[in-house]
Structures are given as C-alpha cells and as structure tokens.
C-alpha cells in the first residue's frame, strides 16, 4: 500500500508500525467553502458589535441608542448562516466524494525507529 514512504522511512532507520487515512468531515467542507466564497456574503456583524463594544468602553454612545446583543450570540447566528447557506453544495461535494478515494483529506502514519 506504501512502498514509497515505507522505503523512505526504512532508509532513515523506521519501520512502519501503522497507517490509517481520515475522510473529509461534512463541517470541514462547509468551513472550505466558507473560507472560499463566504467573503461576498459576510454580513458584518460580528465587527460591527465589535465596534460597538469599544465605542461603549470609550464612553462615546451607541448607534441610535440601541442595546447591543451579546457577542456570542452574533457569533453564534453568523455560523448558522455559513451552514444553512454553504451547507447545502458542501453536502452534495461530501455526497460525490463519498464514493472515492478522494474524501480522503489527511493521512497518518506511525512509525517505530528499529
């Protein structure tokens, strides 16, 4: 299976004790194309509560005298977003690659020195 690395690894005194490959999760795949496509539909919230927060700090008043929602919250529906909106081509990715051996994103390799 690893002719390759286990006579890369037998060069440099190892021998292969295990090796194991782990499969593309459907959240990764969402954070890919979040971190792909999703500047186009950030809404800015998250930086705009941010601001907010300091201004209030500095003393200078908020906009409209509005209260501010905790930070978390915005966080939290600002990643429900990225998921209900990206979630549904990374799931229908996660569905063609499932049948591959592409799906497979990391490899792990445990090697014993001799």
């Known amino acids: 299976m690893c ?3 286990e006579t890369f690894l037998e060069r440099y ?7 194991w ?4 999760s459907f959240y990764y795949l969402v954070l890919k194309f979040r971190f792909r496509y999703g500047a186009w539909s950030s809404l800015g919230l998250v930086r705009m509560a941010k601001t907010r927060k300091q201004n209030t700090m500095q003393g200078t008043p908020s906009a409209a005298g509005l209260p501010i929602p905790p930070l978390y919250t915005i966080a939290t529906l600002a990643k429900m977003k990225d998921i209900l909106l990206f979630g ?11 049948p591959t051996r592409a799906r497979y994103t990391d490899f792990y390799v445990v090697a014993e020195p001799r």
Do not use: D, Y
């Open 88 to 98: 549904i081509p990374a799931g229908i990715l996660w569905l063609v690659l499932l």
């Open 21 to 24: 490959r782990m499969p593309a």
């Open 13 to 19: 005194g190892f021998k292969l004790a295990s090796v």
């Open 3 to 5: 002719s390759t690395l």
